[in-house]
């Protein structure tokens, strides 16, 4: 109830304020917030749970959480001009809207959308969940040091997030040129997880910062992407669709890669079904970036 508010909405804040030569950069710095803040948290809640108990480590989230949310109600102001369309569309009859945005779901790019993002976020929450779990289990590195490699993926992608949407800005690609370069770096991450060098203790962090760097770094430019490939007026619904679609895979995703595990004994399987769905997503994207109905699609918007 609370999460479901804050990426639309705050994505949306900041692509307000911000021209297109800023957005990326801009964007990418909000995101980066995410892996900012689950990196303090690996580092310092499992000491709150172990000194105090499971409950305030779970009461001290939520305090952080509404401590967030305070600053920002308090500190935002709304931009001093908006662009004429954005915003309210107050002459539309709420059925020709609605009409309107289900219009999006058969636009090709926004297929696309959907799609990079639910291969990319995949990996992303696969990268959090089995890190520890592969270099504990299959390079046996001590739970400690595990967590610690988990910190810096963290990191890395807090720096992936600020410098690809930064890229983005002065890409002459395009910005979704950066996620299809973030994609192609994630498959050869899981590539090399998958041969024995990926189960030596520095071969596997080394691959796992790696893997933070692009597989958390493609959000900032992905957002500013979305952000500027929606019609006029229609920016937060063009959030909210992408994003419900990426919490789908956020919800499903991790059971499954943890079955694949349990039932086969190997991470190996796991890395090969997150490399899978990011080489059909590249593979589709990659096509349709080129395609005449796409390149229609964006002029459209």
Avoid at 22 to 36: E, H, T
Avoid at 37 to 65: D, I, M
Avoid at 226 to 252: C, H, R, Y
Avoid at 258 to 273: K, M, R
């Amino acid at each position: 109830m609370g999460y479901s508010t804050v990426q639309p909405g705050g994505s949306k804040s900041v692509a307000s304020w911000f021209d297109a030569s800023q957005r990326g950069f801009a964007m990418g710095i909000r995101q980066a917030g995410l892996p900012l803040g689950a990196a303090l948290a690996s580092a310092v809640l499992p000491l709150v749970a172990e000194e105090f108990g499971w409950r305030v480590t779970l009461l001290t989230g939520g305090f952080v959480a509404l401590l967030g949310a305070g600053l920002f109600m308090g500190s935002y102001r709304r931009p001093p001009t908006l662009p004429a369309p954005q915003g309210k569309e107050p002459s539309d009859p709420l059925a020709a809207q609605l009409r309107a945005r289900l219009r999006m779901l058969r636009e090709p790019s926004t297929v696309k959308i959907m799609l990079s993002g639910t291969s990319l976020i995949s990996v992303q929450y696969g990268v959090r969940i089995l890190t520890v779990l592969h270099l504990h289990q299959s390079s046996s590195v001590g739970a400690g040091k595990a967590a610690l490699v988990l910190v810096a993926s963290q990191g890395a992608g807090v720096a992936g997030r600020i410098c690809l949407a930064a890229w983005s800005d002065r890409s002459r690609s395009g910005r979704y040129a950066v996620v299809l370069v973030c994609m192609v770096a994630v498959i050869a991450g899981l590539a090399v997880l998958m041969t024995p060098a990926g189960r030596t203790p520095v071969v596997a962090s080394g691959v796992f910062v790696w893997l933070g760097f692009f597989g958390f770094g493609w959000y900032g430019p992905w957002v500013a992407y979305v952000t500027e490939a929606a019609p006029p007026g229609k920016t937060g619904f063009a959030l909210g669709l992408a994003m419900s679609v990426n919490q789908i895979a956020i919800v499903t995703v991790p059971p499954v890669l943890g079955l694949l595990v349990d039932v086969t004994s190997s991470f190996t399987p796991a890395w090969a079904l997150l490399s899978l769905l990011t080489v059909v997503a590249l593979a589709v994207t990659a096509e349709a970036r080129n395609s005449p109905t796409f390149r229609s699609a964006q002029t459209l918007y």
